[in-house]
């Protein structure tokens, strides 16, 4: 059974969407509605509106939307129900009593507790007989017990078998231990067997302290040399970072973005505990934008061979898009900072500091891998170094940023200020007119309809499917008008898929004396429930009169009409005539 319509009407009530939003982003007021740059994505100009009217949002720039269940939803990566239950939570509201299906919910639950168990198997196996070989690889890269139990390291060992064994005997299903990607399935029975064995184990824990994935390193030369939980109902890799829940606590708005588990650990041992890693994967943009939420700026650490170099590049370019300043720390001879701080005892920290301190921006370090490439004392490298400085320089926003550094690479090659200004110039306006260029064919391809993934047939159909969304955008609106419309329009005058299953949804709703939007979020997907608020929010200030409505039927009525006498041979005299008829009416 669904949610009560009344707790779910006061739980928004008790949860405003412009308070909630305010814990995870700034706004703005713009009018009646709040604006930021969107959580969701990176973007320097703000394209994430809220719609303080009817408590929804949607951003213009990458198309979510929904209610205050859906940002939930999306910003804390939980389910429909886990959602509910945190804002229910928040709000300090009991969860009603066996009308709804949790059994996702349910799932997520035994993922959370199986991975706690597991974690707990393979801390115990590190310091048991069956692990020596993986306290002594911990020891030999220098951690101290201490380190080791804070970050709760592990091993699993080369029998696979034990996990699943343990786990069962702890009551977890087969396909619960699947589910959370600790097991394989066996495709000759009904057994399972564990995905970890021989190697030393790293668990990944979220935000709120929940166990939800695990790193293993193999002790050996086999391949591959770590393996990561699969994507799970409670773990996305490319939405997650390692040690994020150590290096928000420690109040500092800076992150240390390391290349692997080692490094952080390392660094934190250190006594700097602001560091995190991705998961086996290069850094992703929902990985920058979770920064961006606890960070203003992040200092990219990675290694100096050509590997690291390449994903330096990647990173800043993600982390900037994120809008968060940049620092690149150069470690001496090369190193990471694991095999930098080994050995250096107590002044490894400081040493550690020291080079953070003497760190340059992204800019520079742009600016100085760019030369490297040069012959600074040929002519025509000169001229090949400005050309690809002037690039770099073009990405800033900042024009007292663009002076100085033309002030700089005007003294670095002898070239005067006033030429490297006028490259600079030149640059920055192909990059504008490249991006103009960029924005106006995303928003021509989101107007005509052609990336459109939930409503198909737009593309197609483009008069209809406006007239459509502008009559269900009013009676979303103007419920009270629900029985003049339906006396006027039948639901299969609808051409577009969606947006007839859509206008049927509300019409009943309404009917039933229910409010059109409550259960969307949960009676609909996350992209669909983008679109209903997107079309309930676009359309606001077209339809307020009965006459707009009125135009909107007579639409959606004449292109039925078009529809069914396209093909006049097969047409029926009834249908001529009436498309006949109201031609004519359209005319006078």
Do not use: W
């Not at 939420?293 to 650490?301: G, H, P, S, W």
């Amino acid at each position: 059974m669904p949610l009560p319509e009344g707790f779910l009407q006061e739980l928004k009530m008790r949860n405003d969407i412009t308070e909630v939003a305010s814990s995870y982003m700034n706004l703005a007021r713009r009018g009646r509605n709040m604006v930021g740059l969107c959580p969701f994505h990176g973007e320097k100009t703000p394209s994430f509106n809220i719609y303080t009217e009817n408590g929804s949002f949607y951003c213009f720039g990458c198309g979510v939307g929904g209610d205050i269940i859906t940002f939930i939803m999306k910003i804390e990566n939980l389910d429909y129900i886990d959602a509910v239950k945190f804002l229910a939570q928040r709000a300090g509201m009991e969860m009603p009593e066996n009308t709804f299906d949790d059994s996702m919910s349910q799932l997520r639950k035994r993922i959370y507790e199986a991975n706690r168990q597991a974690a707990r198997f393979f801390h115990k196996q590190l310091y048991s007989p069956i692990g020596e070989k993986g306290l002594s690889y911990f020891h030999s890269r220098e951690l101290a017990d201490t380190t080791i139990k804070h970050f709760g390291l592990g091993y699993a060992d080369s029998d696979r078998f034990s996990l699943c064994n343990h786990l069962k005997s702890l009551g977890f299903k087969n396909s619960e231990i699947v589910a959370a990607n600790l097991a394989f399935q066996s495709k000759r029975s009904n057994s399972i067997y564990d995905r970890f064995n021989d190697r030393v184990m790293f668990p990944i824990i979220d935000l709120r302290g929940n166990v939800i994935a695990f790193g293993g390193r193999i002790l050996t030369d086999e391949k591959p040399k770590y393996l990561n939980t699969s994507d799970t109902p409670v773990f996305k890799k490319s939405a997650n970072l390692f040690s994020l829940n150590n290096a928000k606590n420690t109040g500092s708005r800076t992150l240390i973005l390391c290349e692997g588990y080692m490094d952080v650990i390392a660094v934190n041992q250190a006594g700097i505990q602001n560091a995190v890693a991705t998961l086996g994967t290069a850094l992703t943009s929902e990985q920058a934008l979770l920064m961006k939420r606890y960070a203003d700026e992040v200092i990219i650490c990675y290694d100096a061979d050509e590997a690291g170099q390449k994903a330096t590049q990647r990173a800043i370019e993600l982390l900037r898009n994120a809008g968060l300043s940049i620092k690149v720390i150069s470690i001496p001879q090369g190193k990471d900072p694991d095999e930098f701080l080994r050995g250096k005892g107590d002044k490894g920290g400081q040493a550690f500091r020291n080079v953070i301190e003497r760190s340059g921006n992204d800019i520079e370090y742009r600016l100085s891998k760019a030369k490297s490439k040069f012959n600074m004392e040929a002519s025509e490298d000169k001229v090949s170094y400005l050309n690809e400085a002037v690039k770099i320089l073009a990405t800033l926003d900042n024009a007292v940023e663009q002076e100085v550094y033309a002030s700089k690479l005007s003294a670095e090659i002898g070239v005067s200020k006033e030429a490297v200004m006028q490259q600079l110039k030149k640059q920055v306006s192909k990059r504008y007119k490249e991006k103009r260029t960029k924005e106006f064919r995303g928003i021509q391809s989101r107007l005509n309809g052609r990336d459109d993934k939930v409503n198909t047939d737009r593309y197609q159909k483009p008069r209809v499917t406006a007239a459509e969304e502008a009559l269900i955008a009013y009676i979303i609106k103007h419920p009270d008008r629900i029985s003049y419309v339906n006396s006027k329009l039948s639901d299969d005058k609808f051409q577009t898929a969606f947006n007839k299953k859509l206008y049927i949804y509300i019409r009943d709703r309404i009917k039933e004396g229910k409010d059109p939007l409550t259960t969307v979020s949960g009676d609909f997907t996350t992209e669909e429930a983008a679109k209903i608020y997107q079309i309930a929010n676009s359309y606001s200030t077209q339809i307020a009169t009965d006459k707009s409505m009125q135009e909107y039927i007579d639409v959606i009525n004449d292109e039925f009409l078009k529809y069914k006498t396209k093909d006049a041979g097969n047409a029926s005299m009834e249908d001529i005539q009436e498309r006949l008829r109201r031609l004519k009416d359209n005319h006078q």
